[in-house]
Each structure stands twice: as structure tokens, then as C-alpha cells.
């Protein structure tokens, strides 16, 4: 009987070499594995093209609703952006998809799980690190890292045996994307001084192009997780891709980013995330209401450690779960409507309301009604003052400008 091999198969090139090289390397029938998260609009195409290529089994996944409740919204409680500013789409996709993959090869009793992954990216030490923590016992294959072939030669070698691949000239972009977000890299971007040509985005309108009047969105949220739009309860799944088209209309959710990658080299990386650009906006706003200050200033903390785990492809862990325990708690209160403007490539939040508000009229006003007893603050003053004015008279900051002019003329 012959050993099996689980696949990630995209579709794309490498994935469909692999398929061959492996039979031929390694003598190993290949099991193509293919995960909807939102990535692919013609899976029955996929599949038949593993199958075609020789795949003795594709299985296609729709992991879409496991995709937005265990992983996107963990992350949009946390609050989570790479370095500030990348909301992970590619990245929070992986320890799903390294799930997933783990199962079948269980299930299919596969004695190694291969990616497509090259040796010079962040996605390999994802796969590889959270299939080691599911199934330990599976070997792993990187075809695209092992095999030692350039793209040319990728391509010459699905010429000779007659693989089908979706080889296109002209402009050499490298594309990845899921519900969350969209991936580009390759060709003129990696000059980082370069201008983002328009044909590399897809997902959203030039802010020129977009709508010369401005649109408002109302989004609902419970515990941190947002559940409807302009008042239309929906699922994640139908949430997400409405966020994505509307702020995408709008120009809204384009990143243009150098970022550190884990393998230790700085790469530039064009994103598009409108969804995830507008969520992440309108449930910081509605934290700032419902969190007290405290709590906001070490959950920023959390969120930044938070990223650079999943980043590092370090979801399958138990730090991991101790900072998921954590948010989760952050987000009991963290429950009202968002009211945002979206126009010319800006999403800004223009309201908020929360029947778990610390935000009081009462006190922060200056008009009739102030309940603020401004009586206190002398008190406040001089006691949260205190260790400063002790320290200056013994320790003196600032020496007067007589104290230099007599000293000078001591001298």
C-alpha cells in the first residue's frame, strides 16, 4: 500500500508541480487539500484540476464560518495589527488551514503533510510550527523549498509534463487573500520608493474614484463581536463581505506597508482590508467608551503581543490561550452601536453609544448640569503633587539664573 501525502493545494503553480514532484521524489499518492476561507469563488475548479494534475483524492473545505468565529474575531477583540498597521489577514488564516490539514492526514492515516511555502517566507514557520504542536508524529515536505528550482524552471517543468498553471506575463505580482484581507507583493513593489501602481488593488476604489458624497454605517457589537449593520442582524461570514464591498467603494482599507518579517528581512507588503479596517476603527472607539483607562493602556499591550504571535505562527499555543483568556474578559462590557463616515478613503467615527458607558455627561460637561465638584481639585493637586514638590526641594531640578550668575562670578 502505498504512503499518502496531504497537500495544501492552492490551484496556483507551485502546488500543482508539487503534486508530481512528490509522486516522483518521494513515491508518496498526494491528497490535495483545499480551504475556503474565503479565498476562491470556483472550488469545483480546483478540485478537478488536482485530480487532473494527479491527486488520488481533493477534498475541498468550506472553513469560512470556523475562519470569522475562532480566529477573525479573536483578533478584532484583541484589537491585534502587525507593527500598527497589518491586520494579519494571510497570517491569521494559517493556523486554521494547519488545523485543518492536520485532521485529514490523521484521518487519511498520511504519513506527511506538504505546503507550498518557500524557504524565504513567514507562512512556512507558520504551517510547519502548528502542525508540529496538532500532529507531532506527521512528517512535513516543502516541495518549493526543497525542490531548488526558479520560477522559470517551475514553470519548464509543468511545460514538459504537461501541467496546467496559471502562469500570467506581464506583471509578476505575488496575490493572497481570504474575508480578512488582501495580500500583494513581487515585480515594481519591491522598490519601496515606488508608487503602488492602481492595477495592483482590487478589492477598493481609488479615494480619486471614490463616491464624492460620504456614506454612513452603523455597526452593532456584543461583547466585542460585531452582529449587525445599519440595524440588519447577520452572520460573520455575511457581515464581513458587506464591510468589504461597502468600505471598498469608498476607498477604504489600503495598506502600504515595509514590515519585518519573522524569517529576518524586511519585505514590502501592499494590503487591501477594508472590512478589517473599518471593524477594528469602529470597535477601538467603542472600547475607548466602555473600558476604563487602565484597562485600556495594558490591553494595547496585550494586543501587540497578541499580533506578534500570530504573526509568528504561534496560534497552537498556551500563551496564546492565557492572552485569549484575557481578551475575553476585556470584552464583557464592550456592547453598543458604532456610527461611522466612510468618504475618499477615510473611515472616521462620527458616533458611539453604550448602555455600559463611562462616558458621563454629567461630569464632562461646562454647562448647566455639571455634576463635576471642582471644589475637590486643590486637594487632588497637592496630594498627587506631593512627591514632586518633596523632590524638588531636596533634590533641586532647576537652578535659578541668580544662582549660575553668582557661581560664575565666584569663579
Not at 244 to 254: F, P, Q, T, V
Not at 284 to 292: G, I, V
Amino acid at each position: 500500500m502505498t504512503d499518502k501525502v496531504v497537500l495544501a493545494y492552492s490551484g496556483g503553480l507551485d502546488t500543482s508541480v508539487a503534486i508530481k514532484w512528490i509522486k516522483d521524489k518521494y513515491g508518496y499518492d498526494v491528497i490535495a487539500v483545499t480551504i475556503d476561507v474565503g479565498n476562491e469563488k470556483d472550488f469545483s475548479a480546483v478540485r478537478e484540476k488536482a485530480l487532473k494534475v494527479g491527486a488520488v483524492k481533493a477534498l475541498v473545505i468550506d472553513a469560512k464560518k470556523a475562519f470569522v468565529t475562532d480566529y477573525l474575531f479573536p483578533v478584532l477583540k484583541a484589537g491585534s495589527l502587525y507593527e500598527g498597521v497589518y491586520p494579519m489577514a494571510t497570517s491569521i488564516a494559517r493556523p486554521l488551514m494547519a488545523k485543518l490539514l492536520a485532521e485529514v492526514a490523521l484521518a487519511e492515516g498520511a504519513v506527511a503533510v506538504a505546503h507550498g511555502c518557500t524557504g524565504k517566507g513567514n507562512d512556512q514557520v507558520r504551517f510547519e510550527v502548528a502542525i508540529n504542536a496538532l500532529a507531532p508524529d506527521v512528517k512535513i515536505i516543502a516541495p518549493a523549498r526543497e525542490w531548488g528550482m526558479t520560477r522559470e524552471d517551475t514553470i519548464k517543468y509543468a511545460a514538459k509534463f504537461g501541467i496546467p498553471v496559471p502562469v500570467k506575463t506581464g506583471h509578476a505580482y505575488s496575490t493572497d487573500e481570504n474575508l480578512w484581507g488582501r495580500s500583494v507583493e513581487c515585480g515594481v513593489l519591491e522598490d519601496p520608493w515606488a508608487e503602488p501602481p492602481e492595477e495592483v488593488y482590487a478589492w477598493t476604489k481609488s479615494p480619486a474614484a471614490s463616491p464624492a458624497k460620504a456614506e454612513y454605517c452603523e455597526i452593532d457589537f456584543d461583547k466585542g463581536i460585531p452582529v449587525a449593520c445599519d440595524g440588519a442582524a447577520m452572520d460573520g461570514v455575511a457581515l464581513i463581505s458587506k464591510l468589504n464591498e461597502l468600505a471598498g467603494k469608498h476607498g477604504i482599507g489600503r495598506i502600504d506597508h515595509v514590515e519585518n518579517r519573522l524569517v529576518g528581512i524586511k519585505s514590502r507588503e501592499i494590503y487591501e482590508a477594508p472590512a478589517a479596517v473599518l471593524l477594528l476603527t469602529a470597535h477601538q472607539s467603542l472600547e475607548d467608551m466602555t473600558l476604563a483607562k487602565d484597562q485600556s493602556r495594558f490591553k494595547a499591550r496585550v494586543a501587540m503581543e497578541y499580533a506578534d504571535l500570530i504573526y509568528n505562527g504561534l496560534w497552537f499555543t498556551a500563551n496564546r490561550q492565557d492572552l485569549a483568556a484575557y481578551v475575553d474578559s476585556t470584552q464583557r462590557f464592550v456592547t453598543g452601536t458604532v456610527r461611522l463616515k466612510l468618504f475618499r478613503g477615510s473611515c472616521t467615527v462620527v458616533g458611539r453609544k453604550s448602555p455600559y458607558s463611562l462616558y458621563s455627561h454629567g461630569l464632562a460637561t461646562y454647562e448647566k448640569g455639571d455634576q463635576f465638584d471642582q471644589s475637590a481639585a486643590p486637594g487632588f493637586i497637592q496630594i498627587f503633587g506631593l512627591p514632586v514638590k518633596t523632590q524638588s526641594r531636596i533634590q533641586p531640578l532647576f537652578k535659578s539664573e541668580t544662582d549660575k550668575k553668582s557661581k560664575g562670578k565666584g569663579k
